[in-house]
């Protein structure tokens, strides 16, 4: 018996695999190249380009009004959509992996659309419906309501590219921790919201976190979408991705790698943030 509990724990110390130590290190080589060729040397890129005039000119493109407008409207669209999202994410995951109820495969579907849907088409499909020429277009037209071409059409496109986020990352949690706490509650007494506050949320918070980092991120950096129905307006309408793009179109290069900068150094915030809670998950 010895023996074998003894061979056992050899057995799971040992390797998961048997290839000779030439292949490791090649498939290690290959995997840190790509990391080095299509994430370290971009970010190296953006960040010499934007300094290359020096700092006095980086942080004046970064203060230009039209700059300046594209963070405010960046902002306010994270700002909207992320906790609407937040609210939406949070309901369909509780009612997806805690209850059973005619077309629920058919909500997951829907939950899922945006990630099989094309940006742009979604922006084209909000153009369509609130345009001046859409179905609904000449209604707002005559209330002088405007959607596209305005603050509350990038709204709507950033609200659609975000929609999945936080909701995929919590209905595979809230599934695999099953309903026994929440049934033992409401056995003990506890209300529906008592139950879902003292229970299910603080179950699943780290998951909520990474949920919201990702749809923040998404919101700041998307460009599809935004594009097609922001109108392209300077100081109205540009989020930071589509004056970058306008810079660049003019050939201002150091101004364009300035704001390129703050996008990338979101990215690299997400980066750490995403890590930070994947560890906390793994300690808990």
Known sequence: ????????????????????????????????GFFALFLLMPLFAVFTEALRKG?????AALVEPDALSAMRLTLL???????????????????????????KQFLITLIDLPFSVSPVVAGLIYVLIFGAQGWFGSWFGDHDIRI??????????????????????????????????EEAATVLGASGWQTFWHVTLPNVKWGLLYGVILCNARAMGEFGAVSVVSGHIRGQTNTLPLQVEILYNEYNFAAAFAVASLLALLALVTLALKTTIEWHQTAA
């Open 1 to 32: 018996m010895h023996a074998a509990s003894g061979a056992s724990r050899d057995y799971q110390a040992g390797p998961a695999t048997r290839e000779a130590p030439w292949v490791r290190y090649t498939l290690l080589t290959l995997a840190l």
């Open 55 to 59: 700092w006095s000119v980086y942080f």
């Open 77 to 103: 669209a994270a700002a909207i959509s992320v906790p609407l999202n937040l609210v939406f994410g949070i309901s369909a995951a509780w009612a997806i992996a805690k209850f059973e109820f005619r077309g």
């Open 148 to 181: 596209i071409f305005a603050v509350p059409g990038i709204v709507l496109a950033t609200l659609f590219v975000t929609f999945p986020f936080v909701a995929r990352e919590l209905i595979p949690l809230m599934d695999a921790q099953g309903r026994d706490e």
